[in-house]
């Protein structure tokens, strides 16, 4: 019963519906007692000879009553109870969306899509099961079971209410070890259903990978021995939960035993009357419904717990990166200091950045070069707070980064990633994804300077062009024009470009950041690339290096020192002749 004591902020949430459908569940409950009676009464007429047309017209009616009142009550339990427990799922699911929203990307470096999604849906489901099903056969259990053994013991004959009921302590003992056993495998067959939910999502967004190395066979076997691990774990649930009725089922009967043996002792013994002999076998029956019910409570109790555990567990985990008491709300502007000593990614041994000091003034643009690892995203992602426990400071407009609010950070700039994201939408509420109300307008200027306008123009829908799951249907060019848009339309401050021009042509490329300097010549500009023709614009270049600026200066400047950036700079013409056909520029 530990879930629904851990789920009492909700029940406070929501006492008058659970209190109404209370009320109403524990009416049935005694209107239930009435036919027995009724039924027992009817019996000892007919069998005294005294049963007349008016006495069986009345109760008759009695049931009728009783009838159209369990009905209603019924009705009223049900939309009151499971509707709350609608409510319980929808409150939890909001709780985990918002706190996925508020994680840092190290939890989800340790935690896998399937993963998350299992709780947000299997998980939930569970607990909303205990909310609902487990409330409705905790009440019922206790108020039918309750009322039905009081009537029997003060209406008919408590010694044989005594004598039916002795075999209950061994139910009770029973469906409690099963619920112990049942709670550990449920929890094992979640864990189980997250690893198939990981791989079915993997495979089907890499399903283009898959085909290309000719790797479905060795995929399907994959998920196949996934998906029999699931199997096997929910077969081993269903054998405990398939204990739970039989037990229920064998002590009642053993209990209808004792009842029609010591009952007929009773009857020739003259303490009781076949009437009475009929209502208690009724009764009896009566009960088996909630001793089932205290069964299945055991079950849906402790499947909730198991989930319950796993949702709040998750929940548990703090955001790493949070807003100091009295931040700064306004988006920063001005320049830009960075000046980082140390810098390793969480469970790394390996310093990322190391000495790594630059200034960028309000409006100039910055270029970032160096080969994969050397520290390049690294940069960005401490400009961005995504990652902190740095030592060193970075300055933003006179203040620290940390000042300030996330969100307002994040609001001055406009970041284009290397890995692209397109949501299945419009091509046009793509770009207008951080102002969905923005003029239409003001999407075809920002196209227009991520030099994609005319590509949009020329599909059959134009900006309604739906693209598909994470942009399936546009070029990988295309996919880097409109992530650029999208970043343009918030008129940022900062303008980051993380090797965001990589797919398009050199003259793509070069209209692109001609366009950005004409339209952002008061606004900074960070570009991170492996070709330096994205970057020789820039006011200022360093070239990174195992975590450390190697070189910095300008694009004359570095070839000037040949060094590293020269070497870089003559490999990239060299491949430009080659692909030239060995021509000279």
């Not at 918002?98 to 849906?121: C, E, I, N, W």
């Not at 398939?242 to 007929?264: C, K, N, Q, R």
């Not at 406009?414 to 207008?432: C, K, M, R, W």
């Amino acid at each position: 019963m530990k879930v629904l004591v851990q789920l009492g902020w909700f029940f406070k949430q929501q006492r008058k519906q659970y209190i109404i459908g209370i009320s109403a569940l524990v009416l049935v409950s005694l209107l239930q007692l009435l036919p027995p009676k009724i039924i027992g009464i009817i019996v000892d007429d007919i069998t005294d000879s005294s049963l007349t047309a008016s006495g069986l017209t009345k109760w008759l009616l009695i049931l009728g009553v009783a009838g159209i009142l369990m009905y209603i009550a019924r009705f009223y339990w049900r939309v009151m109870i499971f509707g709350s427990a609608v409510r319980l799922s929808r409150t939890m699911r909001e709780k985990l969306f918002h706190h996925f929203t508020k994680m840092s990307p190290s939890f989800y470096q340790k935690r896998r899509v399937g993963d998350l999604m299992a709780h947000a849906t299997n998980d939930i489901n569970a607990v909303q099961q205990t909310a609902g099903m487990g409330v409705l056969t905790l009440v019922d259990s206790i108020a039918t079971g309750g009322f039905v053994i009081l009537t029997m013991a003060l209406t008919i004959n408590w010694k044989l209410t005594l004598i039916a009921l002795i075999p209950l302590p061994f139910m009770i003992f029973l469906t409690s070890y099963y619920g112990r056993l049942l709670r550990q495998r449920f929890r094992n067959a979640q864990e189980a259903f997250s690893h198939l939910n990981d791989k079915t999502q993997e495979s089907i967004t890499g399903i283009k990978v898959i085909k290309t190395f000719g790797q479905q066979k060795e995929d399907i076997e994959d998920f196949t021995d996934l998906s029999t691990d699931v199997v096997a774990k929910n077969m081993r649930v269903a054998k405990v939960d398939a204990l739970f009725d039989p037990t229920i089922t064998g002590i009642f009967a053993v209990s209808y035993i004792l009842s029609f043996f010591f009952g007929t002792k009773y009857i020739i013994a003259g303490d009781m009357s076949i009437g009475d002999m009929v209502a208690f076998s009724t009764y009896l029956g009566l009960l088996v419904w909630p001793m089932l019910a205290f069964g299945f409570l055991f079950n849906i109790v402790e499947r909730g717990n198991a989930s319950y555990s796993r949702i709040t567990e998750l929940l548990s985990i703090t955001p790493e990166i949070k807003d100091l008491p009295g931040a700064i709300s306004e988006r920063p502007k001005g320049d830009l200091e960075f000046n980082v000593e140390e810098f390793k990614f969480p469970g790394d041994e390996a310093l990322a950045l190391r000495n790594v000091h630059f200034t960028l003034k309000k409006g100039e643009t910055l270029g970032i070069v160096g080969r994969t690892g050397s520290g390049k995203t690294a940069i960005l992602k401490l400009l961005l707070r995504e990652f902190e426990g740095y030592k060193g400071s970075i300055q933003y407009g006179g203040h620290s980064i940390h000042q300030y609010k996330q969100q307002s950070l994040r609001a001055s700039i406009g970041y284009v990633p290397q890995d692209h994201f397109l949501f299945s939408t419009t091509i046009a509420e793509n770009i207008a994804f951080t102002n969905p109300k923005i003029a239409k307008e003001k999407i075809y200027e920002a196209a227009e300077l991520a030099q994609i306008h005319q590509d949009i123009l020329s599909f059959t829908e134009g900006y309604d062009t739906i693209v598909g799951e994470r942009g399936v249907s546009l070029s990988g060019g295309q996919q880097q024009r409109v992530s650029i848009a999208r970043a343009l339309i918030m008129n940022p401050e900062l303008l980051i470009l993380d090797d965001s021009l990589s797919a398009v042509d050199a003259r793509t490329e070069e209209a692109i950041l001609e366009a950005l300097k004409q339209a952002r010549t008061d606004e900074t500009t960070i570009i991170t690339s492996h070709r330096l023709s994205a970057i020789q614009h820039a006011h200022k270049i360093i070239v990174m290096h195992e975590g450390t600026i190697a070189e910095a200066g300008t694009h004359e400047e570095l070839l000037a020192m040949d060094g590293r950036y020269k070497e870089m700079y003559d490999l990239q013409q060299l491949e430009v002749m080659v692909e030239r056909g060995g021509e000279g520029q």
